[in-house]
């Protein structure tokens, strides 16, 4: 089996960003990488995912509660790994690094719970996905950890500046500070490393998130990070 490495974090946070400068990295180094992004909105297996965040079940996230709305996410990641990336997992000199994963749903479908009812809720979660629709459980998850407040102008900015319509997850305020508040717990309670990407107010340069991943990484054994 090859490495398998997940980065998550609250919208805007610069998962995409951290998973292509870590996949040139680990390239440059000698390795080879398959990089993921979830949901796969290209897919048809992202239906429910898509219909979910535009709003067509309800214009606020708990409209779907969080185990419907988990299995929309689950089943979009179980086809794409029947389907797909299957292979790369299974090659011992590929490293796959997937930009959101199950950990989604320990963060946004977590929030939607009173907190009586997060372990449970995470205890089904991993035997749902890992357990009974048996896809890959990540090597390590690094979590991208940014401000509610800081993500929140980060999408408005991208908005602008793309013209890309919001989804349901990233419009509502409220849930972006749940999500936060949920985030810090799974992390905790699952064993994610914390990558803080704020200081004193402000988002840190992409090149120091960037070294203290690469640090984590090697403290973890991963092949690429040697040099």
């Known amino acids: 089996m090859g490495k398998f490495l997940v980065i998550d974090g609250l919208d805007g946070a610069g998962k995409e960003t951290q998973t292509e400068k870590l996949a040139q990295k680990l390239r440059e180094n000698g390795r080879r990488v398959r990089t993921l992004s979830f949901p796969c909105y290209e897919s048809d297996s992202s239906l429910f995912v898509r219909k979910y965040l535009n709003g ?8 779907t509660n969080a185990y419907a709305a988990s299995s929309f996410f689950a089943a979009d990641r179980y086809l794409s790994f029947r389907t797909d990336w299957g292979k790369d997992i299974r090659d011992p000199e590929t490293t796959v690094i997937a930009n ?4 989604a749903n320990a963060v946004h479908q977590l929030a939607k719970l009173p907190e009586s009812e997060w372990d449970g809720f995470l205890a089904w979660l991993w035997d749902y996905e890992f357990d009974k629709l048996g896809i890959p459980v990540p090597d390590l998850v690094l979590y991208l950890e940014m401000l509610p407040e800081i993500s929140e102008a980060l999408i408005k900015r991208r908005a602008k500046e793309t013209g890309r319509a919001v989804d349901i997850h990233e419009a509502d305020r409220g849930f972006l500070a749940a999500s936060y508040k949920a985030a810090r717990y799974a992390a905790e309670k699952l064993g994610w490393v914390r990558i803080v990407c704020h200081e004193n107010g402000e988002i840190r340069t992409r090149q120091a ?15 690429g990070t040697e040099k």
Do not use: Q, S, W
């Not at 067509?56 to 409209?63: I, R, T």
């Not at 959101?100 to 950990?103: E, H, L």
């Not at 203290?212 to 973890?220: F, T």
């Open 56 to 63: 067509e079940l309800g214009a606020k996230p708990e409209d």
């Open 100 to 103: 959101r994963y199950t950990t």
């Open 209 to 223: 998130i960037h070294e203290e991943i690469l640090a984590a990484l090697k403290k973890h054994g991963f092949p």
